[in-house]
Structures are given as structure tokens and as C-alpha cells.
């Protein structure tokens, strides 16, 4: 059984910055795809950030250029910088793996069988 822990979220003010981490258990941490998603309320969960088992990243328009996705495999942690903050930033933040998953870096909910609890990050303006 893999295992997800998601941590540092907080409140911050725009234009300011936090850093995610997802620290990961019970299987190989190298051996997969991850991804970030976000869901803030009354929206559908989207997904912001992915890397894959070689580093390839990718990242959603919206925070292209202001997040960077990156991976500790001695760590076994996921990480997600998240810079120049604005209000739409603001969700519950949660990381997910893709066990099976062989193809084209993807955002797309279905692929991902794993996901933590998720932390919040609010973004006041």
C-alpha cells in the first residue's frame, strides 16, 4: 500500500510564496509518475503540476512559470514551490500518484490511483 503525506500549507499574503512537500511510503518512489492537484470550494479538483519517472515536468496554464513541480527520490518527497501567490491560488492542495501509468505527461484526474489528505493554502490579497 503506498502512502501520501502532504505539508506545508498555510496563509500567506499575494505575491508571496510557500513550499509543498509529499512525503511518500510503502512502495518504490522512483517507479512512477506524481502530480499535484488542487480543489478550491465549490470547484472541480484540477491538476496544477506533473513529473514524471525521468524529471519531465509539466504544468497547468494557469501556473506555468510561478510553480515548479521537483522530486527527492533519496527523500522519497514531492515537492511544490509555488511562487508569486495571488488569491486564486487558494484551495485545498493535494499530491497523487500514478502507479500504472505509462504514457504522455497527463493532468487528468483518472490516471492517478493514490492521493493524500491534502493541505490548505489560502492566498489573502
Known amino acids: 500500500q503506498l502512502y501520501l503525506m502532504e505539508s506545508g500549507g498555510g496563509l500567506v499574503q499575494a505575491g508571496g510564496s510557500l513550499r509543498l512537500s509529499c512525503v511518500e511510503s510503502?512502495?518504490?518512489?522512483?517507479?512512477?509518475?506524481m502530480a499535484w492537484f488542487r480543489q478550491a470550494p465549490g470547484k472541480e479538483r484540477e491538476g496544477v503540476a506533473f513529473?514524471?519517472?525521468?524529471?519531465?515536468?509539466t504544468y497547468a496554464d494557469s501556473v506555468k512559470d510561478r510553480f515548479t513541480i521537483s522530486k527527492d527520490n533519496r527523500k522519497t518527497t514531492l515537492y511544490l514551490q509555488m511562487d508569486s501567490l495571488k488569491p486564486d491560488d487558494t484551495a485545498m492542495y493535494y499530491c497523487a500518484a500514478a502507479l500504472d501509468y505509462e504514457g504522455p505527461p497527463t493532468l487528468a484526474r483518472a490516471e492517478y490511483n493514490y492521493w493524500g489528505q491534502g493541505t490548505q493554502v489560502t492566498v489573502s490579497s
Open positions: 510503502g512502495y518504490t518512489f522512483d517507479e512512477y509518475c
Open positions: 513529473i514524471d519517472i525521468g524529471g519531465t515536468t
